[in-house]
């Protein structure tokens, strides 16, 4: 999927949740998608891995500004 392969790009590992919100993009619950990776959000709000995940989550919800918002929050948080 998109979700994997932007991970990957990245070089971050998945967690469980990262790979259920990839499950849900995938089935087409765009939705849920994106009410789990809000969760991870609020877990740890200075991980990368999680914008990218939010960020997928808002592509599936045909959101694409916020996406690339978050995944430009993901690549400055990278750098640092």
């Known amino acids: 999927s998109l ?4 991970i990957s790009l990245a070089g971050m590992s998945q967690t469980g949740v990262q790979t259920d919100v990839a499950q849900l993009i995938k089935q087409g619950e765009g939705a849920k998608a994106l009410e789990k990776a809000e ?6 709000p200075d991980l990368p891995e999680n914008y990218l995940t939010r960020g997928m989550a808002f592509l599936a919800m045909k959101e694409p500004a916020k996406a690339l918002k978050d995944f430009n929050k993901a690549d400055s948080l990278k750098l640092n």
């Not at 979700?3 to 932007?6: A, E, K, N, S, T």
């Not at 969760?39 to 740890?44: F, H, T, V």
């Open 3 to 6: 979700f994997l392969f932007v």
């Open 39 to 44: 969760a991870l959000m609020q877990s740890d």
